[in-house]
């Protein structure tokens, strides 16, 4: 079983910045993708970036020159600095993690983003 613990959501002004964390049980290096995904309400969960299996890094349009996903294999864990927010971007920030064919997602983090 793997745990995926995020933290560093809150509310912030249009315009302004947020760095996601996510934390894992498991060894990053093991992790076949590993990435941040989002669900506003209403809406259904879209990618926002991943690390893809190939080794790749993958961004939603919407998010391309403004969110970055970056990673720490010596502390198992991955981040999401997030710049020039817009009112849009509100939504639950999920960790997502697939190893072994298995797919384990975090507990979510709020970011609300005032206009």
């Known amino acids: 079983q793997v745990q995926l613990v995020e933290s560093g959501g809150g509310l912030v002004q249009a315009g302004g910045s947020l760095r996601l964390s996510c934390a894992t049980s498991?060894?990053?290096?093991?992790?076949?993708?590993m990435g941040w995904y989002r669900q506003a309400a209403g809406k259904q969960r879209e990618l926002v970036a991943t690390?893809?299996?190939?080794?790749?890094?993958s961004y939603a349009d919407s998010v391309k020159g403004r969110l970055t996903i970056s990673r720490d294999n010596t502390k198992n864990a991955v981040y999401l600095q997030m710049n020039d927010l817009k009112a849009e971007d509100t939504a639950v920030y999920y960790c997502?993690?697939?190893?072994?064919?298995?797919?384990?997602w975090g507990q979510g983090t709020q970011v609300t983003v005032s206009s």
């Open positions: 997502r993690a697939l190893l072994y064919g298995h797919e384990y």
């Open positions: 690390f893809t299996s190939a080794g790749l890094i």
């Open positions: 498991a060894s990053t290096f093991s992790i076949a993708a």
